[in-house]
């Protein structure tokens, strides 16, 4: 499995990154650390056919350059990872926030916590969206 | 019996014979031929001589303008002019001969009985009011002694003289209105020309403006777009009058007057038609009131208020994002901390795991506190754009909801009467239940917690009532536990942030109620908040 994570904060990238280690996730974890490299991305799949695309993406909405918003509209114009599921990560509670990224076709949101365990919920919850192709 | 025709017929013949006789003898005397009169009464005939009366006094008495009688002392009419007759409206022939009583009003036969009585003076005067065959005519009335036994009378109308009077008064009443009212009044005629105006009108225009055109003496711009459409773009006075003409009025419509150099005026036009007897427009009144104090203290106060929006906003935006953006660190500190302390487990000692959980609830409790003053933030959010209706009965339930695993672990009993309607955030009702409800049981005594929840009408608001049964709070500290980060106990025997009440207190001031607590220690507390009914300018926005 094939992760984008889109956040421009080191230290979640790490908590990410250790919890997929600890929930035992197998996925390859590329970063972007900000909405417009994020975006450059999402094109040069689009423009190259060759490259592997990404199985989840997990986009921080506060980002520098470009929002994370901006950027999962990118995701769902683009032609390849148009489906793909992407899950939003927000330190804000404010059901506004939420609720527009839902509008704006993110599979998840995901309100970063306080407690570990809850942290490391964040693993099993990419896991549980890949559904690898059949094929 | 009947008498006969032929007596009947005798009897008129010899009637008309003596009123032709009396006739003839009016006549005499009107035209100064007789010098002497017998007049018939009930106590015998009396015999008026008309003693060393000239024929040219007769003449005159007849053709002067006043009334004019001779009378006994007893009132009886013995000779009257026609003027006399003329002004109690009945024949002459008829009022010769009557006592004078029956032509006057009550008050004045009293007053003429006065003067009849006082036989002394030579000459008296008195104004009465004599009765004509169609009302009241007020006179004035000269009495002379004549002889021993007869008095002369003259009368004068003073009808034209009373009506004379009453005009004049009114004219230097409305005169009087003119020079003191505060408000400049300005009558224009059917041509649009200033017939009257009151000083405040002359002090406006800055020069005398009678007898100018309204148009050119005021030059008014009505500051509504309709109302320029009405009236045009500078008040025009012929559809001033037209205007007033159809409607008969014009009420309090917004002005501004250029004055030249001077800054322009805030006035407000008010104009009634002015009719004739036939209902026909024959001018029409303007009132303008002078507004540009209240319009300048407006504008100051809505300057002043978007200042203080502007810097509540401010204070607000910077609230939010310091107790977001600390919030952000504190989570990586709780978090890393945890990782730290799990990797620790087992190799640590009791001091350092014991540190570390001092390092994790420090960060929780700050997590809280941030995530409070969050919400207090939020408390202050501008209502009065886009208040709603909330039902307090179901917020209620909602913030129940939100405590129900608190409520469960406490065994609290919740006890809630009916409950109304407001017109408030739904959100907020439910942040006052809940932290009022959780307050209550965060400080309850040995007792199982009980919380009622009441709402009754006190005046235009509605008073809601959280009754515990808890440990109470004392006096002193009634009014101090609504501030901010204000709490009477150490974090270690309650918890909380201390900033409920607050959250509280802001929420209910925000709709212009009030926040108060009733207590005695030890034996529970009454949180009481009011909020205000349904406001009429509120029901508006619905519509």
Known sequence: MRVLLVEDNPADVFLVREAMMHEGVEAELATAEDGEKAIRLVHNLDADPSLAGFDCFLIDLNLPRRSGAEVLREIRASVRSASIPVIMITSSEASDDR?????????????????????????????NLYHPAAS | MMPATNDLNGYIAELEARLETAEE????????????LVVAGPDGDRIYALDGAEHSYRVLVEHMREGTLTLDRDGLILYCNQQFADLVQA????????????????????????????????????ELNLISATGEVPAVVSISNLNGSHLCAVVTDLTEQKRNEAMSKEGRLSRLILEQAAEAIVVIDRDGIVSRASEAAHRLAGRNVLLQGFGEMFALHPVDASCAELLGGTVDVDRLLATVQENASLMAVEVTLARGAQAPVSLLLSAGALRGSEGDLIGCVVTLVD?????????????QAALLELSNRDLRDFAYSASHDLREPLRVISLYSQLVAERMAGQADGETTKLFDEVLTAANRMGLLLRDLLSYVN???????????????????KAIAG?????????????????????????HLVQLFQNLISNALKYRSEAPPEVRIQAERDRDMWKFSVTDNGIGIARDYRTHIFGL???????ASYSGSGIGLAICHRIVQRYGGRIWVESEPGAGSTFLFTVPLERAEMLTEDQ
């Open chain 2, 25 to 36: 003898t009016l006549r005499a005397i009107r035209n100064g031929d007789v010098d002497a």
């Open chain 2, 403 to 427: 405590l129900r695993a608190l409520i469960a672990e406490q065994d609290a009993r919740i006890v809630v009467g009916e409950l109304p309607q407001l017109r408030m955030h739904e959100v």
């Open chain 2, 485 to 491: 980060f204000k709490r009477l106990h150490a974090p």
């Open chain 2, 291 to 303: 507004i540009s104090a209240r319009k300048a203290s407006e504008v100051a106060l809505a300057r």
């Open chain 2, 91 to 126: 024949p002459l022939e008829t009022v010769i001969g009557r006592p004078i009583h029956i032509f006057l009003t009550k008050e004045s036969d009293r007053l003429l009985r006065a003067l009849l009585g006082t036989a002394g003076a030579a000459h008296r005067r008195a």
């Open chain 2, 379 to 397: 408390a202050a959010e501008d209502v009065s754009h886009h208040a709603m209706t909330a039902d307090a009965r179901q917020a209620l339930d």
């Open chain 1, 99 to 127: 609720e527009q990224a839902l509008r704006s076709g993110a599979t998840h949101v995901f309100v970063k916590p306080f407690r570990l365990s809850e942290f490391r919920s964040l693993a099993r919850l990419v896991q």
